[in-house]
């Protein structure tokens, strides 16, 4: 298990860094508005991967995590072809949007909607090699990503346009999904979608709606909080979150490595997946916390190196965006928890109310007090979101308890039901 979370760690670091240059290259050449025009396109993107992982990777990491070679390949081979499916749909759906916008913004989401498939694509290889309990493969990918994305961003610092550095961001993950198929030998197979689909559908409906609800909160509160308070809020929302990017990214990404071990302690011991479950949230959390201390005593000059002309507003919302993020590692504990279980059921309710916390909060905030409300308002919601997920996890082992129990109580009924039971 060590070695496998050590991969998923230092993947995650290669993706953290990936995406805290990107912003930073961004705020910094751009400025407030602009980047916050940037900030409702990385939303929007977002929420389309979270469309992909709740129809594709997502029941791949709960039914396919450790099974033989021939079956991985065969799901990873339908399930790419569902991502890269799921990408095309989100593409145009974002360029008949950028169709009706104007200026940048209109520029951006076309720009994003082009990219839209190679973005979900290289996103669905790192599943598929977690799922195998080959992270390193995963790491290579997200390298490759990071390093084209170096001359990517210099040549799109020389058109200075937000579409450049959108179409700059996404050419350099299709160079990162083709690596991927050098890698495996595995090409999508976008005909498989409907079987996969068909075949995923106790699984596929309820975690695309759970992760759907939880983007789609946040690209509420986005969207809310610009009309409310202007672009320039959502730019410096977004700032302050890019300080605490690295966490961010490995909460969205510890379930690549935190799903399948949590899968083989429900096998090996399940009464200790309620203390892997808390392990994990409260590890996430101190991290959080001591990363937002040392932001808080960050000096203007680094500050200002990073973000630019963003850090004054941003800098200000450092301690609510620091507790959001430590809220939301222990929602990632329980959440892992409920996945093992396959209790779809139970976590799917769960992320609508969590969801609709996120959302009010954020938005009654922006109400009151702009940026700063609206961040101190998501802190609130989510910490209260925190409670109704391990409340939720609660009941599913218990739940999980009371159906062993009743299922050892009645006699086996031939030699490969006891087989059966002893696995």
Same mark, same amino acid.
């Given at each position: 298990?060590?070695?496998?979370?050590?991969?998923?760690? +230092?993947?995650?670091?290669?993706?953290s860094l990936t995406n805290f240059a990107v912003g930073s290259y961004v705020a910094r050449s751009l400025g407030a508005t602009a980047f916050g025009i940037f900030g409702l396109a990385m939303v929007t993107y977002s929420?389309?991967?979270?469309?992909?992982?709740?129809?594709?990777?997502?029941?791949?990491?709960?039914?396919?995590?450790?099974?033989?070679?021939?079956?991985?390949?065969?799901?990873?081979?339908?399930?790419?072809?569902?991502?890269?499916?799921?990408?095309?749909?989100?593409?145009?759906?974002?360029?008949?949007?950028?169709?009706?916008?104007?200026?940048?913004?209109?520029?951006?989401?076309?720009?994003?909607?082009?990219?839209?498939?190679?973005?979900?694509?290289?996103?669905?290889?790192?599943?598929? $090699?977690?799922?195998?309990? &080959?992270?390193?493969?995963?790491?290579?990918?997200?390298?490759?990503?990071?390093?084209?994305?170096?001359?990517?961003?210099?040549?799109?610092?020389?058109?200075?346009?937000?579409?450049?550095?959108?179409?700059?961001?996404?050419?350099?993950?299709?160079?990162?999904?083709? $690596?991927?198929?050098?890698?495996?030998?595995?090409?999508?197979?976008?005909? &498989?979608?409907?079987?996969?689909?068909?075949?995923?559908?106790?699984?596929?409906?309820?975690?695309?709606?759970?992760?759907?609800?939880?983007?789609?909160?946040?690209?509420?509160?986005?969207?809310?909080?610009?009309?409310?308070?202007?672009?320039?809020?959502?730019?410096?929302?977004?700032?302050?979150?890019?300080?605490?990017?690295?966490?961010?990214?490995?909460?969205?990404?510890?379930?690549?490595?935190?799903?399948?071990?949590?899968?083989?302690?429900?096998?090996?011991?399940?009464? /200790?997946?309620r203390q892997f479950c808390f392990l994990l949230g409260a590890a996430q959390a101190v991290a959080a916390l001591v990363w937002g201390l040392a932001l808080l005593v960050l000096p203007d000059r680094a500050g200002w $190196?990073?973000?630019?002309?963003?850090?004054?507003?941003?800098? +200000?919302?450092?301690?609510?965006?620091?507790l959001s993020i430590a809220g939301a590692s222990f929602i990632t504990g329980a959440q892992v928890g409920l996945r093992a279980l396959g209790a779809a059921r139970r976590s799917m309710p769960t992320q609508l109310l969590?969801?609709? $916390?996120?959302?009010?909060?954020?938005?009654?905030?922006?109400?009151?007090?702009?940026?700063?409300?609206?961040?101190?308002?998501?802190?609130?919601?989510?910490?209260?979101?925190?409670?109704?997920?391990?409340?939720?996890?609660?009941?599913?082992? /218990?739940?999980?308890?009371?159906?062993?129990?009743?299922?050892?109580?009645?006699?086996?009924?031939?030699?490969?039901?006891?087989?059966?039971?002893?696995?």
């Amino acid at each position: 298990m060590a070695g496998r979370v050590s991969w998923g760690l +230092a993947d995650q670091a290669v993706s953290s860094l990936t995406n805290f240059a990107v912003g930073s290259y961004v705020a910094r050449s751009l400025g407030a508005t602009a980047f916050g025009i940037f900030g409702l396109a990385m939303v929007t993107y977002s929420v389309s991967l979270n469309v992909s992982r709740g129809l594709a990777t997502d029941p791949l990491m709960v039914r396919f995590s450790g099974v033989s070679t021939q079956l991985w390949r065969r799901a990873v081979a339908r399930s790419g072809g569902t991502a890269l499916a799921a990408g095309a749909a989100a593409g145009a759906v974002c360029l008949v949007i950028g169709a009706f916008l104007h200026g940048s913004l209109a520029h951006a989401f076309i720009c994003l909607g082009i990219m839209l498939p190679a973005l979900l694509m290289q996103d669905s290889w790192r599943f598929a $090699f977690f799922a195998a309990g &080959a992270g390193r493969k995963a790491f290579a990918n997200d390298l490759v990503w990071g390093i084209m994305l170096i001359p990517a961003m210099v040549l799109a610092d020389r058109f200075g346009t937000i579409s450049s550095f959108v179409l700059a961001w996404g050419a350099s993950a299709a160079i990162a999904a083709a $690596f991927g198929c050098i890698q495996t030998g595995i090409f999508p197979r976008v005909a &498989a979608t409907r079987d996969w689909l068909r075949e995923q559908r106790e699984l596929a409906p309820r975690y695309l709606l759970e992760n759907v609800s939880n983007s789609g909160a946040y690209q509420l509160r986005m969207y809310g909080l610009g009309g409310i308070a202007g672009l320039a809020a959502v730019g410096t929302v977004r700032g302050a979150e890019l300080l605490l990017g690295p966490f961010t990214a490995v909460l969205m990404g510890l379930s690549l490595v935190t799903v399948g071990e949590a899968s083989r302690v429900l096998r090996r011991a399940p009464h /200790k997946l309620r203390q892997f479950c808390f392990l994990l949230g409260a590890a996430q959390a101190v991290a959080a916390l001591v990363w937002g201390l040392a932001l808080l005593v960050l000096p203007d000059r680094a500050g200002w $190196f990073v973000l630019g002309p963003v850090w004054p507003l941003a800098s +200000a919302l450092i301690v609510p965006a620091t507790l959001s993020i430590a809220g939301a590692s222990f929602i990632t504990g329980a959440q892992v928890g409920l996945r093992a279980l396959g209790a779809a059921r139970r976590s799917m309710p769960t992320q609508l109310l969590a969801s609709s $916390f996120y959302v009010v909060g954020g938005l009654l905030g922006a109400v009151v007090a702009g940026a700063a409300g609206s961040a101190w308002g998501a802190a609130v919601a989510t910490t209260s979101g925190a409670l109704v997920w391990w409340f939720q996890l609660s009941r599913g082992l /218990k739940e999980r308890t009371m159906t062993v129990r009743a299922r050892q109580s009645v006699p086996p009924s031939g030699p490969r039901e006891v087989e059966e039971r002893r696995a």
